[in-house]
T-cell receptor
Framework: GDSVTQMEGPVTLSEEAFLTINCTYTATGYPSLFWYVQYPGEGLQLLLK?????DKGSNKGFEATYRKETTSFHLEKGSVQVSDSAVYFC???????????FGKGTKLTVNP | GAVVSQHPSWVICKSGTSVKIECRSLDFQATTMFWYRQFPKQSLMLMATSNEGSKATYEQGVEKDKFLINHASLTLSTLTVTSAHPEDSSFYIC????????????FGPGTRLTVL
């Protein structure tokens, strides 16, 4: 079945550092890909998404590009802030289904 | 916005008792809600899809008699863990699909269940 693998955390960075969180997937057909963020005490929020190959999703300075050839959707941000501290989940929907398949989540801590 | 709440945020119960968790869409109507379960350091696993006015659709391996789902209105779905046991201890998360926002799922903050 479909699956998502993302880098295990936790990840600790200093403010203004460059962030990459790797995500690869296994799916039949052409899945849609998502990054969700969960801030402490809150529900998951959609951060960005891409629905077809070579699409780039972006939001709040974060970017991820749908790479079909490498089945990847890595999350990047050029300069992280303390307020970016959260847990990040990579996810997909595939096969015409709206069911989300999640990775395990990566906890990011950004220190001042 | 599109806000989803869950109640309670945490609950501790004795083995053998039943626990009800509520999921509410506060500012939109949701014909479809989803229930997930998350174990420590694991991904969210979909348990069931809750449809307003009809029976829930359970994922393979999820006991429907154990995890009762009721979606009686367009803003409320409930998950009842019946005869809870310590292995049911987990983090339960719901989401609600917003048809007016491109069918995006909006998530509740989760409920931590601990069964003693």
């Amino acid at each position: 079945g479909d699956s998502v693998t993302q880098m295990e955390g936790p990840v600790t960075l200093s403010e203004e550092a460059f962030l990459t969180i790797n995500c690869t997937y296994t799916a039949t057909g052409y899945p849609s890909l998502f990054w969700y963020v969960q801030y402490p005490g809150e529900g998951l929020q959609l951060l960005l998404k891409a629905t077809k190959a070579d699409d780039k999703g972006s939001n709040k300075g974060f970017e991820a590009t749908y790479r079909k050839e490498t089945t990847s959707f890595h999350l990047e941000k050029g300069s992280v802030q303390v307020s970016d501290s959260a847990v990040y989940f990579c996810a997909l929907t595939g096969g015409g289904s709206e069911k989300l398949v999640f990775g395990k989540g990566t906890k990011l801590t950004v220190n001042p | 916005g599109a806000v989803v709440s869950q109640h309670p945020s945490w609950v501790i119960c004795k083995s053998g008792t039943s626990v009800k968790i509520e999921c509410r869409s506060l500012d939109f109507q949701a014909t479809t809600m989803f229930w997930y379960r998350q174990f420590p350091k694991q991904s969210l696993m979909l348990m069931a899809t809750s449809n307003e006015g009809s029976k829930a659709t359970y994922e393979q391996g999820v006991e429907k008699d154990k995890f009762l789902i009721n979606h009686a209105s367009l803003t409320l779905s409930t998950l009842t863990v019946t005869s809870a046991h310590p292995e049911d201890s987990s983090f339960y998360i719901c989401s609600a699909r917003n048809e007016l926002k491109n069918n995006e799922q909006f998530f509740g903050p989760g409920t931590r269940l601990t069964v003693l």
